[in-house]
């Protein structure tokens, strides 16, 4: 995690995948794949943005259940402790890290939005999440595409013997 950054998304775990229709499909079939498939987008998106992402999930009726936290990809994953929500977890932990540092909580709960926007941090929907992942995305693979091109435009000037003595100086 990059613990130079001083912002901080925490992440509704069950809100975000109840609210994506993908996640929420693939939460029918398996909820393990869901969660796991939530770790990864998120963990792309702080390896993107470099802000700190924390995933709650309820563990609210796991009986015995003591907060675990892991790190998974790069990403904090945290299971709350018996009969605490993962809006619990989040309004604490935003009190405990208090206004020194920016954060962002993301769920479509708009009682929790209107308790983490009093407690001074911002909130982003579900949906409006989706979107700027969506967008982070398209740039990437816009990226990606003109890098392509221009590799391609120079490959393009080079002699085709000294391309081919490249090519297996790579392969070596």
Do not use: H
């Not at 470099?50 to 009986?63: E, H, L, P």
């Amino acid at each position: 995690m990059n613990s130079k950054s001083r912002e901080y998304l925490f992440v509704d775990g069950y809100n975000i995948i109840n609210a994506w229709k993908k996640l929420r499909n693939l939460s029918q079939v398996n909820l393990d794949s869901a969660r796991n498939e939530l770790i990864e987008i998120m963990s792309e998106y702080q390896a993107y943005t470099g802000i700190n992402v924390i995933i709650v999930f309820d563990a609210y009726q796991v009986k015995g259940n003591n907060c675990n936290e892991e790190t998974i990809k790069g990403v904090k994953v945290v299971y709350t402790k018996e009969k605490e929500t993962a809006d619990q977890f989040i309004e604490r932990t935003v009190d405990n890290i208090g206004r020194r540092k920016k954060i962002k909580v993301a769920t479509s709960d708009w009682i929790q939005q209107q308790i983490v926007l009093g407690r001074g941090a911002s909130r982003i929907s579900a949906r409006e999440l989706e979107l700027e992942i969506d967008s982070i995305k398209k740039r990437i693979k816009r990226k990606r595409k003109k890098e392509k091109e221009t590799n391609e435009m120079l490959m393009g000037r080079l002699d085709p013997k000294l391309i081919e003595k490249l090519e297996k100086w790579r392969k070596d």
